[in-house]
């Protein structure tokens, strides 16, 4: 049997996949997101936002994506469906529960959770699906 690999092309793309998925998902949530985050409006958080952000996001992206990547050649993730299941539940067990308690504390709107989060498990979702079907093994 051959040992599976890390796929840097893969991880690139997921990525790249991710920022546009994150600006789909927020033009879809806009006006919503906004009036539950307490902020006032679009253009304003456009033009305060630094370039840092997107840089940070970029790279926060490529290493969960990195880490995904090699969590799968360690428990043999071959198909997408194993990709998504392991990838959902990492998501909810790590991320979900834990965003979803500390919002709870901070007085935030469930459903600005639900908003903030959504966009989070298409993501998982997406990266456990292509890192599953795009493998690579040794040669």
């Keep these: 049997m051959k040992a599976l690999k890390i796929n840097f092309v893969a991880i690139a793309v997921l990525a790249v996949a991710f920022q546009l998925t994150n600006v789909a998902w927020y033009s879809l949530a806009?006006?919503?997101w906004v009036e539950l985050s307490g902020l006032k409006n679009v253009a304003d958080i456009?033009?305060?936002?630094s370039p840092l952000a997107y840089l940070s996001s970029i790279i926060t992206s490529a290493l969960f994506c990195f880490m995904l990547a090699w969590l799968f050649t360690k428990i043999r993730v071959e198909?997408?469906?194993?990709?998504?299941?392991?990838?959902v539940s990492f998501y909810g067990c790590f991320v979900f529960?834990?965003?979803m308690t500390k919002d709870m504390f901070h007085l935030r709107p469930f459903m600005l959770t639900l908003i903030n989060e959504g966009v989070n498990f298409i993501n998982y979702t997406l990266a456990g699906a292509v890192l599953g079907v795009w493998r690579k093994y040794e040669a």
Excluded: K, N, P, V
């Design 30 to 32: 806009g006006d919503r």
């Design 46 to 49: 456009a033009a305060a936002t």
């Design 79 to 87: 198909t997408a469906l194993q990709g998504i299941i392991y990838a």
């Design 97 to 99: 529960f834990e965003s």
